[in-house]
């Protein structure tokens, strides 16, 4: 299988909460990342979390990490119209000197 | 602040044909680069990544080539477009080295159509 794996899609009201899901394989990134990419653009850095950590929050954004499950969460709160767009996860395998992408996961935020 | 460009933005060539896509950062010095690809609706693929000039290590085999000819320069190159080449392709540098949190900032993409 893939070494990054996420859900292609998620539609959700504006103002609820969105949670993107990421499963890996390999459990040797020291970092983790969330990236987002709007229509036609590159991919902008959204939070990464250290590996020693289970959750980071970063205003309306939270990262959990299961280490056991190898299992990545992103949490937006108060989820806008804005938010629509791609969002990866990415991290890095033993050895290699680039990141690893998901599939990435296409959020649509309805009015 | 660093800054990465990427060019053209959009490109469209037929078949058969050569392609030059050029990457350049400002701001810092001996970055990693990268070239990745991304298809219709579907993730990032890693094409090339690069430690130093001249030094280029190539992910997946194919019809595409890259060279560094300067430190902050990075070049995707085709002789021959296949219909299969088309995408987006994203450029992007790292700090090199251990010590510290390792994202890769990203170009804004070139999209290219094979016709």
């Known amino acids: 299988g893939e070494d990054v794996e996420q859900s292609l899609f998620l539609s959700v009201r504006e103002g609820d909460s969105s949670v ?20 036609g653009a590159g991919l902008q850095l959204l939070t990464y979390i250290f590996s020693n950590m289970d959750m980071k ?27 629509s767009a791609i969002y990866f996860c990415a991290g890095a395998r033993t050895g290699r000197r680039a990141l690893t992408f998901g599939s990435g996961t296409r959020l649509q935020v309805q009015p | 602040s660093q ?15 050569p392609l030059s896509l050029e990457c350049t950062v400002e701001g810092t010095s001996n970055p990693n680069l990268y070239w990745y690809r991304q298809a219709a ?8 990544y690069s430690i130093g000039i001249g030094q280029i290590s190539s992910e997946v085999p194919q019809n595409l080539s ?19 080449d088309s995408g987006f392709y994203l450029c992007a540098w790292r700090t090199a080295g251990t010590g ?16």
Do not use: M
Not at chain 1, 20 to 39: A, H, M, R
Not at chain 2, 66 to 84: C, E, G, T, V, W
């Open chain 1, 20 to 39: 993107i899901n990421c499963t890996y394989t390999d459990s040797s990134s020291t970092y983790l990342y969330w990236y987002k990419q709007e229509p």
């Open chain 1, 57 to 83: 929050q970063d205003q309306r954004l939270t990262v959990l990490l299961n280490k056991k499950d190898k299992h990545l969460s992103l949490r937006i709160a108060d989820t806008q119209t804005g938010d």
């Open chain 2, 3 to 17: 800054t990465i460009h990427q060019w053209p933005a959009t490109l469209v060539q037929p078949v058969g044909s």
């Open chain 2, 41 to 48: 609706g579907r993730g990032l693929q890693l094409l090339f």
């Open chain 2, 66 to 84: 890259a060279s560094r000819p300067q430190d902050r320069q990075f070049i995707l190159s085709s002789k021959k477009l296949l219909l299969s």
């Open chain 2, 100 to 115: 510290n949190t390792g994202e890769l900032f990203f170009g804004e993409g070139s999209r290219l159509t094979v016709l």
